[in-house]
């Protein structure tokens, strides 16, 4: 046990966010549901358990602060196994421990971690709950997408948005494989017709896809190591499973987000240079890195898509 509050995530601390929830929860006014949003999923979960700890120690009749991870009103939902998904089922037996009187303390939170992950039948056991919620409870729903959420859920909650904790990508040799990255922009934008020309810029293509690859399951495997450190003793290994691949999406799209900002730049530079085609050869060469995200939601290798947008480049960038 311990006498002191559960702090907000140091990116967090201050912020406008933080600073609105501490007055209502000081003058008991706050919403019982709330979104919080932002793009680090551990943030948001760290940042949910900071405000919980608040709301389940105001009146508390325990003799000392009990950490939301193990406190008995405090419920947590999360996705489950590979498919990500918060299942029905899962929704309707939280709601149905939220809907009994609290243990301990005079409240009651129920924090739905990754709440964009719920199927649509678990949405709408939770719409009707927010309908009409249960007294002294708050319903907090964790998300990088909000606007993958129902509209009716949406609309019926509080949206608190945070910033984004983390700017590094944690991936062995990731600088690295830019630097290489932007250096075959470089080789494109001088054109690649002549026959060894065009063979060094394909083998290095299937180079870039291939260590891309080896990158990603190494930090995957590292990152979801270090973040089960953190998490409760008690989840479950389709929970575990879920959090695994949840990493590995997160990992994914920062290093994405670092191939988009790299091509914005190399078509800034032939802008600089006078090249008056480059604005439409970025939006082509954007619009290929988010076909081949959309080809990762639909489970393709990471490889493979990065390979297929590496060929679009190849096309892309040599037609100057």
Not at 46 to 53: I, K, M, N, Q
Not at 85 to 100: F, M, S, T
Not at 172 to 186: F, I, K, S, T, V
Not at 224 to 237: A, I, M, Q, V
Request: with cysteine; glycine share 8%.
């Amino acid at each position: 046990m311990t006498s002191t509050a559960v702090p907000w995530p140091p990116a967090f601390e201050g912020t406008p966010a933080v600073a609105v929830i501490e007055r209502a929860i000081g003058r008991g006014r706050l919403s019982h549901g709330l979104l919080l949003a932002g793009d680090d999923s551990e943030g948001l979960s760290a940042a949910g358990l900071a405000l919980a700890d608040r709301l389940l120690n105001r009146g508390s009749k325990a003799a000392s602060r009990i950490p939301p991870e193990r406190h008995p009103d405090c419920l947590q939902i999360r996705p489950a196994g590979k498919s990500r998904q918060i299942k029905a089922e899962a929704v309707r037996d939280l709601i149905g421990v939220i809907n009994v009187s609290p243990s301990i303390s005079d409240y009651k939170v129920a924090v739905f971690h990754d709440a964009d992950r719920m199927n649509p039948s678990a949405a709408n056991i939770l719409l009707k709950t927010l309908e009409e919620p249960p007294a002294d409870t708050t319903i907090l729903l964790l998300t990088a997408r909000p606007h993958a959420l129902l509209p009716t859920i949406r609309s019926r909650v509080l949206h608190f948005r945070f910033p984004g904790m983390a700017t590094a990508v944690p991936v062995e040799g990731w600088e690295a494989w830019l630097a290489d990255y932007r250096a075959w922009l470089g080789r494109l934008g001088q054109g690649v017709a002549a026959g060894r020309a065009a063979a060094n810029g394909i083998f290095s293509l299937y180079g870039l896809a291939a260590r891309f690859g080896s990158m990603l399951d190494k930090a995957s495997a590292a990152e979801g190591t270090r973040r089960k450190k953190t998490l409760p003793e008690d989840l479950g290994d389709d929970e575990l499973e879920a959090i695994e691949a949840e990493v590995a999406v997160g990992l994914r799209h920062r290093m994405f987000s670092g191939i988009e900002v790299a091509t914005r730049d190399h078509a800034n530079a032939l802008s600089g240079a006078g090249d008056a085609g480059s604005g439409r050869l970025l939006a082509a060469a954007v619009d290929s890195l988010e076909r081949a995200a959309g080809l990762l939601r639909v489970n393709l290798n990471d490889s493979a898509a990065l390979e297929d947008f590496l060929l679009a480049s190849l096309r892309i960038w040599t037609r100057r």
